[in-house]
T-cell receptor, first 109, second 114 residues
Framework: GQQVMQIPQYQHVQEGEDFTTYCNSS?????IQWYKQRPGGHPVFLIQ?????EVKKQKRLTFQFGEAKKNSSLHITATQTTDVGTYFC?????????FGSGTRLLVRP | GAVVSQHPSRVICKSGTSVKIECRSL??????MFWYRQFPKQSLMLMAT?????????EQGVEKDKFLINHASLTLSTLTVTSAHPEDSSFYIC??????????FGPGTRLTVL
């Protein structure tokens, strides 16, 4: 079946360091969405990317969609303790979301 | 963003009992609602997709007779875990969509089966 792999599984950074999570698919993605889930919470929508090579920014967060639409990345500049959580990519396939495995981010103050 | 509620937030039950979880879209009409299950430190796995007034579509490997879904109105969907067993213990999350791409997630229901 369709799978969206995410790496790393887990990352522990010092506050102020940058963080990147990568999402990879063996098939071409129609689009990619990114979600953040705080510990004990539910996923919150961050952004959707649709176009090949698309780059979008939200303050310290930069989202990229690969030229071949098979990979995507989320980069956080100068992490803060409020960035703690698990970041999931997800493909919206016929209105169904297929979630990646997630990257858990911990930030040391 | 739109608000989706879930009830109860937490439930503990004995093995063999049935548990009903409600998912409500509070400020919009949801044409489609989704049910996910998330085990500790794992990703969300889609269980089923439900459209108002029609039968739910279940993902492969999800028993439709065990996880009963009813989507009676554009603002309410229910998931009933029938004859729950300890292996059904999980975090159940619903989401609602109004036709555009964004899904709005409920706060989740943590089910513990003793």
């Amino acid at each position: 079946g369709q799978q969206v792999m995410q790496i790393p599984q887990y990352q522990h950074v010092q506050e102020g360091e940058d963080f990147t999570t990568y999402c990879n698919s063996s098939t071409t993605l129609s689009n990619i969405q990114w979600y953040k889930q705080r510990p004990g919470g539910h996923p919150v929508f961050l952004i959707q990317l649709v176009k090949s090579g698309e780059v979008k920014k939200q303050k310290r967060l930069t989202f990229q969609f690969g030229e071949a639409k098979k990979n995507s990345s989320l980069h956080i500049t100068a992490t803060q303790t409020t960035d703690v959580g698990t970041y999931f990519c997800a493909e919206d396939s016929s209105y169904k979301l297929i979630f990646g495995s997630g990257t858990r981010l911990l930030v040391r103050p | 963003g739109a608000v989706v509620s879930q009830h109860p937030s937490r439930v503990i039950c004995k093995s063999g009992t049935s548990v009903k979880i409600e998912c409500r879209s509070l400020d919009f009409q949801a044409t489609t609602m989704f049910w996910y299950r998330q085990f500790p430190k794992q990703s969300l796995m889609l269980m089923a997709t439900s459209n108002e007034g029609s039968k739910a579509t279940y993902e492969q490997g999800v028993e439709k007779d065990k996880f009963l879904i009813n989507h009676a109105s554009l603002t309410l969907s229910t998931l009933t875990v029938t004859s729950a067993h300890p292996e059904d213990s999980s975090f159940y999350i619903c989401s609602a969509a109004s036709g555009v791409y964004e899904q709005f997630f409920g706060p989740g229901t943590r089910l513990t089966v003793l």
